[in-house]
């Protein structure tokens, strides 16, 4: 978006600068891939093409089945979408301020551009800061929601911000998910955990030249690795506030 909600900016480009980013992409010599395509190598079903790059898109907001769905399939790249089921079905609720966003029935549209379909959970809530009943609600009724839209299995999950601990993590493999992914803002790699695969997320100031340099492998860190305490200590944090606050934004 040009103007974007002042919420979301820090994690906006411009149509110009994403179509820069994705022709960085191209360039590279990559093959894109979805995540079950990632799922099926880490499971050791199927082998992944040369030199894989995985495009994700969090949310569902209004350009993804428009400028954004365009733009990808204009250039042969395919990607993953997971969706806030609260904030794009009709009637429904979620923590994500107001922005323009997509509906649940564009997610068959989203299909048919190319993307996979993920789950975002219902609220958009901190996973790692919820109860028992409540984080069951989010993982289980959004993987449901979709699967109705979309009349087939949804088996793949992103945490809110990336937020999970190992209680997050076994839920959502209770729950049937097959893969989770974080954030981290590091290179994924072999040996990534299945429920907290690694991704780098683009920021408002982020260059072509920061591009260029994860898809060359360079300019991040490699997961699997352990959280530090800063991470740890926040998480203890947002726990201590949600107990006071209810379900908070995960932003």
Request: positive net charge.
């Amino acid at each position: 978006m040009e103007e974007p909600p002042g919420w979301i900016a820090e994690f906006t480009v411009s149509p110009k600068q994403f179509g820069e980013h994705l022709d960085a992409v191209v360039d590279s010599g990559r093959t894109p891939v979805t995540i079950s395509a990632l799922a099926d190598h880490l499971a050791g079903r199927a082998p992944l093409p040369p030199r894989p790059v995985l495009l994700t898109f969090d949310d569902g907001f209004a350009d993804l089945p428009g400028a954004t769905a365009e733009a990808l399939a204009g250039r042969g790249l395919s990607a993953t979408a997971y969706l806030t089921t609260g904030a794009i079905t009709r009637g429904g609720r979620s923590l994500l301020p107001p922005a323009p966003m997509m509906t649940l029935e564009q997610a068959v549209q989203l299909e048919r551009y190319g993307m996979e379909i993920g789950s975002h959970t219902v609220t958009h809530a901190q996973l790692d800061t919820l109860a028992p009943r409540a984080l069951e609600h989010e993982l289980r009724a959004s993987r449901s929601v979709l699967e109705d839209a979309l009349g087939h299995q949804v088996r793949h999950l992103a945490y809110p911000h990336g937020y999970n601990s190992g209680r997050v993590r076994r839920t959502a493999a209770a729950a049937g998910y097959e893969t989770a992914t974080a954030v981290r803002h590091a290179l994924s790699s072999d040996r990534d955990e299945h429920y907290r695969i690694a991704r780098l997320i683009v920021r408002r100031g982020h260059t072509v030249a920061d591009v260029r340099g994860w898809l060359a492998g360079s300019g991040a860190r490699v997961a699997p690795y352990r959280d530090g305490p800063k991470t740890v200590g926040w998480r203890w944090y947002r726990r201590a506030r949600a107990v006071v606050q209810g379900p908070v934004f995960a932003g």
